[in-house]
């Protein structure tokens, strides 16, 4: 099994897992299919998926995350008056035009001030269909994607509506997460990470998250989304039909970014293999070794000044 990040046509798929997470129970299934659809093109929306190499049960995706950054007084506000359908009521705001979700902006503010507000809608697997080694699999895949993918935003507080004897469990079992209240009726809890719960578990997958620098660089979006693409490894060809640039445009936003390096950050790059103008893979190198361990560097952030 191996994780990736989710692609539109995983979206049903991963859906299905937990129907009682779907969130559909205010404005109906079909315009929460419409809200999904349209979070995935959406800053405030982040996820994985789980994949089996060979299908299990017939389906392939085993396993899903999703989630979003919130406001921070919808959060205050679950919090307080806890109840179930935390999933339904953020869906709702999206397709009533009154969103709690956070556009990139306020993710920016939020990561360069007080931290941001996240709910887990989905943190779930094929129930039923995993064998005990595979569900562990799954759990520890869930893990250090979350971490991976998420890792490099200032959190705030995690929240999650554990759906299911099992979901309430796993939240449980992680040590981290808090039971606010669970709700008999739906079979369901809400439970919540903070930063003290998760430094008091300091090996845990969410005490990780909280380990939070500032970056240093003041990337620009398209900046950041060039280095995103290239830690794949990507050439610049490669890169420009992706990004949709001209292999010239590319070169060019490369020395930009060694630019800035060599600005906010002259030791990336002070190296006797990099001193040369002419020495631009070794540049590349030095600062996408420098990216991979400062994922900060391409989260929104607002600058002062």
Not at 95 to 122: C, H, M, Q, T, W
Not at 149 to 172: C, D, S
Not at 190 to 216: D, G, I, K, M
Request: hydrophobic content about 45%; some cysteine; glycine content about 10%.
């Amino acid at each position: 099994m191996y994780w990736r990040p989710i692609r539109e046509a995983d979206l049903l798929g991963c859906l299905e897992l937990q129907p009682a997470c779907l969130g559909d129970q205010i404005v109906g299934r079909g315009a929460a299919l419409r809200v999904w659809k349209g979070l995935l093109e959406n800053p405030c929306f982040l996820a994985n998926v789980i994949e089996s190499e060979a299908p299990v049960a017939g389906r392939k995706i085993v396993g899903c995350g999703m989630g979003v950054f919130v406001a921070g007084t919808f959060a205050d506000g679950e919090i307080a008056d806890p109840r179930p359908g935390v999933n339904a009521r953020i869906i709702a705001s999206v397709a009533s035009g009154k969103p709690v979700v956070l556009n990139r902006a306020e993710i920016a503010a939020g990561n360069a001030g007080a931290g941001l507000d996240f709910v887990n809608l989905y943190g779930t697997w094929r129930e039923g269909a995993l064998n005990p080694g595979q569900l562990a699999e799954v759990h520890a895949l869930l893990g250090t994607s979350f971490v991976e993918h998420f890792a490099g935003y200032r959190f705030n507080r995690v929240l999650k509506e554990a759906a299911g004897a099992a979901g309430i469990a796993f939240a449980r079992a992680t040590g981290t997460y808090r039971l606010v209240a669970e709700f008999p009726e739906t079979e369901s809890a809400l439970a919540v990470v903070t930063r003290e719960s998760a430094q008091a578990a300091p090996y845990s997958v969410a005490a990780a998250l909280y380990r939070y620098q500032a970056p240093v660089l003041r990337l620009s979006p398209a900046e950041q989304k060039l280095l995103s693409a290239a830690l794949s490894g990507k050439t610049d060809a490669e890169l420009s039909v992706e990004l949709g640039l001209s292999v010239e445009a590319a070169k060019k936003r490369w020395l930009s970014i060694f630019a800035r390096a060599d600005q906010y950050l002259p030791e990336i790059l002070s190296q006797p293999d990099v001193e040369s103008e002419g020495r631009g893979p070794q540049k590349r190198h030095r600062v996408l070794a420098y990216i991979r361990r400062h994922p900060e560097e391409l989260r929104p952030f607002a600058w002062e000044g």
